[in-house]
């Protein structure tokens, strides 16, 4: 049994193609930018700007305050934090705009209107098959219908609780937020910078990327490649360029996974049937208006495949896809 390190995730999937190419096309000199990378949620952030390195390493703090922030909130393996107190069975009263109910109220949508290809809580299918340390076995079927009994999106209640304050319970249920909570981590940060009137600027968690403002002077919009999965290939450019405000997010199978008898296994769990998504996709990245939506919809698309994804990207607006095959 092998997990891969997620640490590997953003800088390996993920070339900002604009990085080689930061200069005015006229020739005059090159926009100054600095650049960061820190572990952040279990996996590496990087943060990007034009313009004084001083005040980038600021802005840098806000990125980092923020992730921190969503991490406190949303981590499943912090005792205190909102997940973990739903998982243990606590209905929980949180702010209606806050981070728990915006990000449990986007995966509950995402998980009804993609026929629970995408569901929070798929937590007790990654236990057995291994995929949160442990494992090493293919888990016998009456273990795998057995977990199916507890997982579903719609054991999820979130309802208002007055005061703009929404009530959350989890009853038979667990919650994983690990398929949209780093997209929501990058909204806030970029939020939290764009308000403050910072532009010029690109927010990587884990290959859950954001951009604001212009990456070079004389340059519109962001010129973003993903790496091949095999390796074998260069890596590819996303169908169009970021503009502005646009998020891309990767899912794949090739970086996080479980191996069992030889054969690996991806992190994304089909929660339809219960097992780990085996199709011909390596990945699937996402352009989105927000980190968040790329993020939820990634991992959809993987789990749903090309010609599904595809009819479901479709219905959803300044959305587009792209996929590599294995
Ligand atoms: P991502 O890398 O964003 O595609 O998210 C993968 C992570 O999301 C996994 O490590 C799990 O924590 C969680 N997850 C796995 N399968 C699903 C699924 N079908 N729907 C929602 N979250 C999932
Ligand atoms: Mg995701």
Redesign the pocket.
Known sequence: MRLAPMAAIAVLTFCAVSCGKRGREDGAAPTPRAGFSWPAMGTVAEFEAAGDPAMAARMRNVVADAFTEVEEELSLFLTNSVVSRLNHGETVEVPENGHAATVIGF?LETAEVSGG????T?GPL?RIWG?RGGGGALPPLNVISNTLASVGWWRVRLVPAGQGRVRISARGAEI?L???A?GYAVDLAVNRLAEAGRTDFLVNLGGNIRVHGAPATGRADWNIAVRDPSGRRPPSPLPRHLRSGEAV?T?GSYE?FVEINGKRFS?????RIGTPVDNDLASVSVIAPSAMMA?AY???L??LGGKAGAAFLAARPGCTAAFIKR
Do not use: E
Not at 117 to 120: H, T, V
Not at 267 to 271: A, G, K, V
């Open positions: 995966a290809a995408f569901d929070p798929v990654m995929l994983d690990g398929g949209i780093k997010a899912s996080r992190h994304i769990i089909d929660p993020d990634s991992t959809t993987f789990v």
